[in-house]
């Protein structure tokens, strides 16, 4: 959407791990939707081809240890891009490396601003309020990711949120940006 508009978009996942012999990893599809390769996506290197969080899986895999400073240093950006979007694993306290989670990740980052995907479903409001607190005061969108305005809890979600917390709520991709 961002590069129908003009704009030069890049991803980063800098871990993953998947299923083996999946095709759609996130970084695959992160690579289509921004025009480049899954390898300047994610390196292969921090492809993991077992569905654990990742230091766990470098650990069942027999890799060495992930560590937090060498996924920083290996995000790199085209010099020309104008938005940069850095894909997590798992929730905020999903562990992203042996020293260190996503929120550990972002706020090394210095991220601009946080898009939240979640569901609109039971147990959401929890998930989503517990993430809010542990991002703090940075500045964040939630994206509630197939909301289907037909269902009754979905809109109650929705409308628990905007009035509750501080952030954006959209529910559909095109009203973001």
């Not at 020309?80 to 992203?96: F, I, W």
């Not at 409001?125 to 969108?141: D, Q, V």
Request: charged fraction near 25%.
């Amino acid at each position: 959407m961002l590069r129908s508009r003009g704009l030069r978009v890049a991803a980063r996942k800098p871990v993953q791990s998947f299923e083996p012999g999946a095709d759609d990893t996130d970084a695959a599809l992160l690579a289509a939707a921004s025009s480049e390769s899954a390898n300047d996506v994610c390196p292969a290197h921090r492809c993991y081809p077992i569905p654990l969080a990742p230091p766990m899986a470098a650990d069942v895999l027999g890799r060495k240890a992930i560590l937090m400073d060498e996924l920083l240093e290996e995000i790199r950006w085209p010099p020309d891009v104008d938005v940069g979007l850095v894909e997590t694993v798992g929730g905020a306290r999903s562990p992203l490396a042996h020293d260190g989670d996503s929120i550990d990740l972002l706020r090394r980052l210095e991220v601009d601003e946080i898009l939240l995907v979640a569901d609109a479903v039971l147990g959401s409001l929890n998930s989503i309020r517990l993430t809010l607190e542990c991002i703090g005061a940075l500045p964040t969108t939630i994206v509630l990711n197939r909301y289907d305005q037909t269902i009754e809890l979905h809109r109650l979600n929705r409308r628990w949120l905007e009035k509750k917390c501080s952030a954006s709520v959209l529910v559909d991709w095109r009203e973001f940006a």
